[in-house]
Structure formats: C-alpha cells, structure tokens
C-alpha cells in the first residue's frame, strides 16, 4: 500500500485554515531560516508553498546559531476579522511566544507582538462570541489574550490534561462546532505512540468531557506504512465536509523501520458521529511526476521560498546578487559538523531523488550535502584538486572517498533511492550515493552510503533531511541545481 502525504518532506505540525475557496497550512521549521513555510491550496490535495512567516531576522530575537530541533515550533494559523494570525514558539534562547499577522498569507507579515504570559510550546489561538480570544498550550492550559498588545488576563489554568496516564498532551487547537467546544490534541509524544484526543465542552475553558473513542487517529501498534500520526488540526471545507491535516512518517527497510524525511503533513476525512469528529482513512497526497525536475539556476535575485539555511546564516553568505546566474556561498562555520555552517538547502521531499550541483571552488572549499544534523550527514566536498565523500554519524566522521579534481567548476551528484526499489535483501530504508557528473551526464560513482544513518530513529530530533549545496572555506558558486524525484 503506498499512501503519500500531501505535503512531503519535514513539514511537521500542519495547521490550516480556509477563507473562502482558498486553505492555507503553515508547518514548523526548527533551526532552519526562513521559519514557518505558507502553502495554498484550492482542493486540501494539491499544495504550493507561497512564502514563509518569519522571513526577517528582526522577527527572530536572536540570529545566533540554534541547536538542531531547537528554534520555531508548532505554529496555528488562523482567519479573524479579516487577518491571517499566527501564533508560534521560539524555543531559541530569549524566544518565547510570539503573535503575527498579515493580510495576505504570502506575506509581509507583521513584526512579532511577544506574549510572555502564554507559558510554553504549541500555542493555539480561538475566539469565542464575545469576541475574546483564548490561547491554549500544551499542557493543556489556557488563557486569555489580547492580540493587539500581547497581555494576558492573569495565569495560564489547566484545563485537560488528555488521557489518564498518557504522556505530552499538546498541540492543542479548540474549536466552536454548533454548541460544542472541541479540545483537540496530541498524545502518547511524536514517535510511534503519537495519537491526537479530542473533548468537549459548553464553554471555551471547560470543564472537557473526554470522547470516549479517544484516541480518534493513531497508528501505534499498526503495520500502517504511515506510522507516528498525531497534531492534527481540525478545517472544514465550503460544502460542509470536514477534514483533518496530521503529521505522519514514512519509516521503511525493514524493523524497526527507519525514516529519514521527518514528519510530513497528511490528510484523512473527517465524520461527525454523535457529537464527535471520526477520523477517516488517509487520502493520498499527489502522486510524483517522473522526470519532473525541478531547476534552479540562480538568474532571479529571490530564491524560491522552498530554500532554507540555518538559522545563524547572515543573508550576505547566501546571495544571488554576487556572480550572475550563481548562487554564491561564503563560508562560516568550517564544516557541516557546526550549527553556523552555510548550507542553503531544501527538503528531501521524495523517498527517491536525484540532485545536481555545479559547484566553482576556485575561491575556497564546499560541496553538496544531505543533512539531517550537525552530528548526521553525508556531503561529497570539493576543492581546488580533490573531490572526497564524507560520512558523520554520531561521534564519527569519516572520509570514505577521494579521487582527483581537474581544474574548473565540478558537477556533483546525490542520488537517494528507496530501499523498495533495490530489493537487494539489504535492511534500511534507502541507499544514498555520492559522485561527480561530466557534461553528458554520466554520474560517477565515488560512494554509496546506508541511509538509515540519517534518519529520526537513529538520530532523534524533529526534523528531516535538508538536500544542499555548502561552503566550508572561502567562497563557492552554485550553478544549475537540480532536484528530480524518482519513481521507485
Ligand atoms: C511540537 C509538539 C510535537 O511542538 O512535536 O508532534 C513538537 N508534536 O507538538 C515539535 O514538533
């Protein structure tokens, strides 16, 4: 059974709205800058990413470098008096809460207004008739706020705390459905155990009834090839259906099963059966185009929103208005071992891809890497004469390939594919293999490393793989990056 999500790659902690015939979903993004992806859809299938929130390091309170799976959780986007809002966290050192808003979701959106009396993570944001707004946390506790100053009417006060005995109730969103105030959240935490619960009440802040179905989605247990489901979040469409976005991951290549693309965002139906939300079957999200590339060439001064690098990284590291058609690099940190260093790179969005990158090393040292943290990487580094495969797990680093570099720009090659693709009676859920390209194309094999590595089960943490080009002295120009996702 292959079932896919509608937004794949590390998009974790969807939340939805829609205005109209339009639906936006906004996701976390961690250490990664900019922060909090935007996508549009017209159908809950077919989404396209339209911007992202915090694009500005003046919304951020510090640009220091942010430790992997740290940075921006679990945001809530929602529509009120005609402006988008979107609460999220800054787990970074000095961060917090924070409210903005926005007329159009593609953004600008708004300096953040700070909310320091909403205590910890997965802030949620609903207004009740009096026009009051309730934010609620994970916990999960509630209080109210006033959007426009960021003050809170006293402390925050427990008003469910999810099932008895389970662990890390969060990821609320509370929602008014005709006479009903619906708490719904996640439990059992975001690996295998992860579930979302739903209660009820009369009244925005309790006292909750808990559905006795609890809970409504949960893959724990299961042999389902999405595993890990749970922080849904509740939207209901123009014809009055209902659905639910989710996170879910793909683990594959045998047990325990290993995924290496985070958590994606998922989408099942959604019934009301006496008084409460059942949660369909998951729909599948759009099926891959084969031979789809998707091209970079750097001749447009913006990059497209989809690029990344973390958080520390100045904007003038990463800049297309240096060499025309290039995206030129100046290193930072040393290496892809440290939190600062310039990688700009975009999700793995496909359990089987191909990328190219040409890369001019004259002016330093860089290569072509996937990352999935500072302690869990592959890369093939080039500079003036060598060309080597480097592999970090964990405490140890390796070279485990070299071989000559002629003079001139190199192409490198990063080709990820699946491990149902190879049934080579190997476990992990996919082979990763790095060379160099000549012009015809012709890839080169230098290595070919075991995925699962990098991947969540092995390296822990809330985030996936990021594919990018990187600098580690010096300076690089990036030329004719390709992303292909392959058919496996
Ligand atoms: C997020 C929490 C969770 O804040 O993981 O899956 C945390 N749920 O709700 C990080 O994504």
């Known amino acids: 059974m292959t079932v896919r999500p509608i937004v794949p790659g590390f998009h974790p902690d969807p939340s939805v709205c829609r205005v109209g015939d339009d639906y936006y979903l906004a996701c976390s993004s961690f250490e990664y800058f900019p922060a909090v992806p935007v996508f549009h859809s017209r159908d809950l299938i077919h989404w396209t990413q339209i911007g992202n929130v915090l694009d500005r390091p003046s919304q951020l309170k510090t640009t220091a470098p942010v430790i992997s799976s740290g940075g921006i959780y679990a945001p809530t986007l929602r529509?009120?008096?005609?402006?988008?809002?979107?609460?999220?966290?800054?787990?970074?050192?000095?961060?917090?809460?924070?409210?903005?808003?926005?007329?159009?979701?593609?953004?600008?959106?708004?300096?953040?207004?700070?909310?320091?009396?909403?205590?910890?993570?997965?802030?949620?944001?609903?207004?009740?008739?009096?026009?009051?707004?309730?934010?609620?946390?994970?916990?999960?506790?509630?209080?109210?706020?006033?959007?426009?100053?960021?003050?809170?009417?006293?402390?925050a006060r427990c008003t469910w705390s999810g099932t008895p005995g389970g662990k890390a109730p969060e990821a609320?969103?509370?929602?008014?459905?005709?006479?009903?105030?619906?708490?719904?959240?996640?439990?059992?935490?975001?690996?295998?155990?992860?579930?979302?619960?739903?209660?009820?009440?009369?009244?925005?802040?309790?006292?909750?009834e808990a559905c006795p179905a609890n809970p409504i989605l949960s893959h724990r247990s299961t042999d389902h090839p999405v595993q890990n489901t749970g922080h849904g979040d509740l939207v209901q469409a123009a014809?009055?259906?209902?659905?639910?976005?989710?996170?879910?991951?793909?683990?594959?290549?045998?047990?325990p099963g290993w995924h290496g693309l985070g958590r994606e965002t998922f989408l099942a139906p959604v019934e009301w059966v006496d008084g409460w939300p059942v949660i369909g079957e998951i729909v599948n999200g759009p099926e891959p185009v084969d031979g789809h590339v998707?091209?970079?060439?750097?001749?447009?001064?913006?990059?497209?929103?989809?690029?990344?690098?973390?958080?520390?990284?100045?904007?003038?590291?990463?800049?297309?208005?240096?060499?025309?058609?290039?995206?030129?690099?100046?290193?930072?940190?040393?290496?892809?071992?440290?939190?600062?260093?310039?990688?700009?790179?975009?999700?793995?969005?496909?359990?089987s891809c191909r990328t190219r990158a040409e890369l001019d090393v004259s002016g330093g040292s860089?290569?072509?890497?996937?990352?999935?943290?500072?302690?869990?990487?592959?890369?093939?580094?080039?500079?003036?004469?060598?060309?080597?495969?480097?592999?970090?797990?964990?405490?140890?680093?390796?070279?485990?390939?070299?071989?000559?570099?002629?003079?001139?720009?190199?192409?490198?090659?990063?080709?990820?594919t699946a491990r149902t693709a190879l049934d080579d009676g190997r476990t992990g859920p996919d082979v990763v293999r790095f060379g160099t390209c000549q012009e015809d194309g012709t890839f080169t094999e230098l290595a070919a490393l075991d995925?699962?590595?990098?991947?969540?089960e092995v390296a822990g943490g809330f985030t996936g793989r990021v594919i990018g080009p990187y600098a580690t002295d010096g300076r690089v120009d990036v030329d004719r990056f390709t992303y292909e996702p392959l058919i496996p």
């Open 172 to 208: 609320p969103h509370l929602y008014r459905v005709g006479d009903w105030w619906y708490l719904l959240i996640a439990e059992g935490g975001t690996e295998r155990g992860h579930g979302v619960s739903v209660a009820r009440s009369r009244r925005p802040d309790g006292p909750f």
């Open 294 to 351: 998707e091209r970079d060439d750097f001749d447009a001064a913006t990059l497209h929103p989809h690029w990344i690098s973390l958080r520390a990284t100045p904007a003038k590291h990463v800049t297309t208005r240096e060499r025309a058609g290039h995206l030129t690099l100046h290193a930072l940190g040393r290496s892809l071992d440290a939190p600062d260093v310039t990688f700009p790179g975009r999700r793995q969005a496909h359990l």
């Open 451 to 456: 995925g699962r590595y990098l991947t969540t």
């Open 239 to 255: 014809d009055g259906t209902w659905w639910m976005v989710f996170l879910g991951a793909r683990p594959d290549g045998g047990t």
């Open 79 to 155: 529509h009120h008096d005609g402006l988008f809002h979107l609460v999220v966290t800054d787990c970074a050192p000095g961060g917090g809460n924070i409210l903005v808003t926005a007329t159009d979701p593609a953004g600008p959106w708004s300096e953040p207004i700070r909310l320091p009396g909403v205590p910890g993570i997965d802030p949620d944001l609903a207004w009740d008739e009096d026009g009051a707004c309730w934010v609620t946390v994970a916990g999960i506790s509630q209080v109210r706020l006033d959007t426009t100053t960021g003050a809170t009417d006293g402390p």
């Open 366 to 416: 860089g290569g072509l890497a996937v990352r999935l943290d500072e302690h869990h990487h592959y890369a093939i580094e080039a500079e003036a004469d060598e060309v080597r495969v480097i592999a970090r797990i964990g405490p140890l680093r390796s070279v485990v390939a070299r071989s000559d570099k002629a003079p001139g720009p190199v192409v490198l090659g990063l080709d990820i």
